[in-house]
Nanobody, 117 residues
Framework: QVQLVESGGGLVQAGGSLRLSCAAS????????MGWYRQAPGNQRELVAT???????TYAYSVKGRFTISRDNAKNTVHLQMNSLNPDDTGDYYC???????????WGQGTQVTVSS
């Protein structure tokens, strides 16, 4: 069984920063992709950023240049540094793990990010 535990959400003013962290535990294969998705009220869940165990990250166009994703393969953790936040970044942020190949998808419980104007 795989478990994802997120931390780091909260309330911040526009222009501020937050750092999200996620720790994966359980049967984690060496080949995997970790990342973050978000869901605003009334909207579908959307990709924010993902990063494979080896290779370059992928970012949503709306966060490029503001957000940075990183991971520690030895600790099975992924982090999202979010800078220059704006109210459009408000939503529930979900940690994602695509485990193995073909991927089996796992999700964290979500952490809330609120950006006030």
């Amino acid at each position: 069984q795989v478990q994802l535990v997120e931390s780091g959400g909260g309330l911040v003013q526009a222009g501020g920063s937050l750092r999200l962290s996620c720790a994966a535990s359980g049967s984690i294969f060496s080949i995997n992709t970790m990342g973050w998705y978000r869901q605003a009220p009334g909207n579908q869940r959307e990709l924010v950023a993902t990063i494979p165990n080896v290779g370059s990250p992928t970012y949503a166009y709306s966060v490029k240049g503001r957000f940075t994703i990183s991971r520690d393969n030895a600790k099975n953790t992924v982090h999202l540094q979010m800078n220059s936040l704006n109210p459009d970044d408000t939503g529930d942020y979900y940690c994602y793990l695509g485990n193995g190949f073909p991927e089996t998808n796992y999700w964290g419980q979500g952490t809330q990010v609120t950006v006030s104007s």
